[in-house]
T-cell receptor, first 113, second 114 residues
């Protein structure tokens, strides 16, 4: 199993550009999450999903949108990137039967200039 | 807002020594977890302790939880260079509102020198 994978690994955007980050998991997990990690801070939850077709806001959702059209994929979109969105983005998943332990992807480093 | 605050922010020890890091949190919790993050990588789950537990062991890891003080500690015994990483505590509040959402602390950077 590949576990949780994220695409792309690195990206540089100009202010105002848009992009989509892809998270995929092959563990048949029900729950998926998007976090951002900034220097000196822990991870902060952006959006999450408890199942296919459902999404919910986390702690810092502004400026981001998400979609969960397939159980194995969770997409994070930035419609109009801002320098404040420069960060490392992590995706995670967890199975419904083993709540609490989350499995993380390797991260996407995004720079907005 | 961050639920957990970790102390110290950075810790440097010699191989073979024990490393202790602490986590404080603000609200009632269902459980507390510790994760490790190697440089440039994703987080890896280490251990979970439930609110009705006081101590838990896993290999060289020992976690304690004091719900009256809203604090936890992670002890790594006989540290190795490979333990060099950042360590984060994460809490699941008693009232989660669904989704099993974790709230992470700010992390402790551990460096184990040969």
């Amino acid at each position: 199993n590949a576990g949780v994978t994220q695409t792309p690994k690195f990206r540089v955007l100009k202010t105002g550009q848009s992009m989509t980050l892809l998270c995929a998991q092959d563990m048949n997990h029900e729950y998926m999450y998007w976090y951002r990690q900034d220097p000196g801070m822990g991870l902060r939850l952006i959006h999450y999903s408890v199942g296919e077709g459902t999404t919910a806001k986390g702690e810092v959702p502004d400026g981001y949108n998400v979609s969960r059209l397939k159980k194995q994929n969770f997409l994070l979109g930035l419609e109009s990137a801002a320098p404040s969105q420069t960060s490392v983005y992590f995706c995670a998943s967890t199975p419904k039967y083993k709540l609490y332990e989350q499995y993380f992807g390797p991260g996407t480093r995004l720079t907005v200039t | 807002s961050q639920q957990g605050e970790e102390d110290p922010q950075a810790l440097s020890i010699q191989e073979g020594e024990n490393a202790t890091m602490n986590c404080s949190y603000k609200t009632s919790i269902n459980n507390l977890q510790w994760y490790r993050q190697n440089s440039g990588r994703g987080l890896v789950h280490l251990i979970l302790i439930r609110s009705n537990e006081r101590e838990k062991h896993s290999g060289r890891l020992r976690v304690t939880l004091d719900t009256s003080k809203k604090s936890s500690s992670l002890l790594i015994t006989a540290s190795r260079a490979a333990d060099t990483a950042s360590y984060f505590c994460a809490t699941v509040p008693s009232l989660t509102g669904g989704g099993n959402k974790l709230t992470f602390g700010t992390g402790t950077q551990l460096k184990v020198e040969l």
